[in-house]
Structure formats: structure tokens, C-alpha cells
T-cell receptor
Framework: DGGITQSPKYLFRKEGQNVTLSCEQN?????MYWYRQDPGQGLRLIYY???????QKGDIAEGYSVSREKKESFPLTVTSAQKNPTAFYLC????????????FGPGTRLTVL | GQQVMQIPQYQHVQEGEDFTTYCNSS?????IQWYKQRPGGHPVFLIQ?????EVKKQKRLTFQFGEAKKNSSLHITATQTTDVGTYFC???????????FGQGTRLTINP
């Protein structure tokens, strides 16, 4: 089956620890995205990548880092510098160009204790 | 930067009533997309509008794109319990690479 996978579904970490969220897609999409969703809020863009080995900051990139070494993978690291990391994190991918829909993964709910 | 505002934030209706959510952009959009997120789920693409004044229908759902390409609406006729969820609009400004999402409208339905 083609799609986007994110793991794990739930993640708990202690304050001050870095944590990496995985995102893998087998849709052969060039573009990938990371969003953060807080309760009752919309989706805020953290980072996006239009092509392998290239990525751009979104609206709330501070305290996060990404890499795009492979087309299929776009991991997100939530660093200890992120002041309020507890949230629902969604990864998405799309074909190149502005008219393509985004396909979302199931999300990872991160709780920092 | 580009902003997309969506109203209302919440809407509760009786099953069978109609529902409308509105989306307004601070800048002219090249296209607008609508997504639905079921409770506990992830956003799923519904439709895309590109042309000024465009109207598209999917069964009981009607989507409109304003003449100035700065606003859009989603109207659901005769809601059913399966319509429960949060509806997001997402717009892309001319030349922009990224989508900007509205805050979403959460629809709840009394059966």
C-alpha cells in the first residue's frame, strides 16, 4: 500500500531531551512537510522540503531541525530549545508544483514531561 | 506574511441542518484546498479550487472560490453524523511554495 507512515503514534520524553520523529513515504513525492497542531488550533508549518538535500524553514522552525537525505524520509528532531514541545505532529507529502494536494501521515502525539 | 482566517471556530448543529464555514485570505490566492480531519485522525484532502468564482460540488458538499480569489466557503446540506470533524481551508499565494492553513472549523452534530 502506498502512503505515509509516522512512528511512534505516542511518544513521551523528559524535558531537556532531544527527540526525533520519523516520517516515511512511498508515494514517490518530491515535497515533504512537517506541521504542528495544538488543541483547537490549525496546522502550523515547521519545515518543508521540495527536494532531497534541501529544506526551508516554515513559520515556527525555532527549536526544531530536519534532514532530507533520502526522498522517502524526512525526520524531525524536536530539540531541548523548543520551549513548548508537547503537541500533535503531522508529516505530509505532495508532488512537485503548487496544485498538488498534500497527503498526511497519521501523526505523532508528543508529550514532554 | 500571508494569513488565512477561518470562521466560525466551532459550530454545533442538529442532524439534518445545514453548515457553512468561511475562509478569508489577506492576499490573493493562486488556489485553495479544503481538508477534513476526523476526531483523532489526520487531515484528508477534499477538493481544490483554482479559478475565480469556481463552484464545485461533492454530493452534499458545495465549495466556492470568490471572484477576487481571496475567500472561499464550504457548505454542507443536511448534515449527517458522518460529517463530524474539523474542516480546514488552505491557500497558496501567488508564487508561494507553501500552503497556509486556516485555524479550522470544528463541526459537531446532535443526532
Amino acid at each position: 500500500d502506498g502512503g505515509i507512515t509516522q512512528s511512534p503514534k505516542y511518544l513521551f520524553r523528559k524535558e531537556g531531551q532531544n527527540v526525533t520523529l520519523s516520517c516515511e513515504q512511498n508515494l514517490n513525492h518530491d515535497a515533504m512537510y512537517w506541521y504542528r497542531q495544538d488543541p483547537g488550533q490549525g496546522l502550523r508549518l515547521i519545515y518543508y522540503s521540495q527536494i532531497v538535500n534541501d529544506f526551508q524553514k516554515g513559520d515556527i522552525a525555532e527549536g526544531y531541525s530536519v534532514s532530507r537525505e533520502k526522498k522517502e524520509s524526512f525526520p524531525l528532531t524536536v530539540t531541548s530549545a523548543q520551549k513548548n514541545p508537547t503537541a500533535f505532529y503531522l508529516c505530509a507529502s505532495s508532488g512537485q508544483g503548487g496544485l498538488n494536494e498534500q497527503f498526511f501521515g497519521p501523526g505523532t502525539r508528543l508529550t514532554v514531561l | 506574511g500571508q494569513q488565512v482566517m477561518q470562521i466560525p471556530q466551532y459550530q454545533h448543529v442538529q442532524e439534518g441542518e445545514d453548515f457553512t464555514t468561511y475562509c478569508n485570505s489577506s492576499t490573493t490566492l493562486s488556489n485553495i484546498q479544503w481538508y477534513k480531519q476526523r476526531p483523532g485522525g489526520h487531515p484528508v484532502f477534499l477538493i481544490q479550487l483554482v479559478k475565480s468564482g469556481e463552484v464545485k460540488k461533492q454530493k452534499r458538499l458545495t465549495f466556492q472560490f470568490g471572484e477576487a480569489k481571496k475567500n472561499s466557503s464550504l457548505h454542507i446540506t443536511a448534515t449527517q453524523t458522518t460529517d463530524v470533524g474539523t474542516y480546514f481551508c488552505a491557500g497558496r499565494g501567488g508564487g508561494a511554495q507553501k500552503l497556509v492553513f486556516g485555524q479550522g472549523t470544528r463541526l459537531t452534530i446532535n443526532p
